[in-house]
């Protein structure tokens, strides 16, 4: 039997698929529940050099950790970004794999500090307790998107 959010497991951009540059994405695979800045600037280590960026969301059963239905999650990174990036929803992943001479690179970013500081389950107790104090750390253009849905 599949499960409904099994089923609403489908490709959802933010462009249109002709319109997609011809050069290479770098891709990024998450929750991003809740979408915060340090996502942002992880995203940001890319899109500063000019590179477009594939945002995948996984779509994974909703529970206590992802209260977010994957294409809700998907249409808070896509009001934060408009048509900068290419968001789509993926199925749950097991892992990542590769082989030899894949022709593209695998980068872990460092973040400074503060951001590396930022914890999203935190954010999510701060959400449901009504602590205002997760402002400081989701950029202020979906604050209402955020607010709504876990308000």
């Known amino acids: 039997m599949t499960t409904n959010h099994q ?4 490709t959802s951009t933010s462009t249109p698929q002709e319109s997609l540059p011809s050069t290479p994405y770098a891709v990024f695979i998450g929750r991003w529940q809740p979408f915060h800045k340090g996502h ?12 477009p960026c594939l945002i995948m969301v996984r779509d994974v059963a909703p529970d206590e950790a992802n209260p977010l239905p994957a294409d809700q999650a998907a249409d808070i990174i896509r ?35 503060d951001i590396h500081a930022i914890s999203a389950t935190r954010l999510r ?27």
């Open 7 to 10: 089923t609403e497991t489908t």
């Open 40 to 51: 942002e600037w992880l995203i940001a280590q890319k899109l500063d050099q000019g590179i």
């Open 79 to 113: 009001a934060r970004y408009g048509s900068q990036v290419f968001v789509m929803v993926i199925p749950d992943i097991e892992s990542v794999n590769y082989g030899r001479g894949v022709g593209y690179e695998i980068n872990m970013h460092d973040p400074p500090s």
């Open 125 to 151: 107790h701060m959400l449901r307790r009504n602590d205002d104090g997760w402002r400081e750390y989701i950029d202020s253009s979906i604050w209402k998107q955020v607010a709504e849905i876990y308000g």
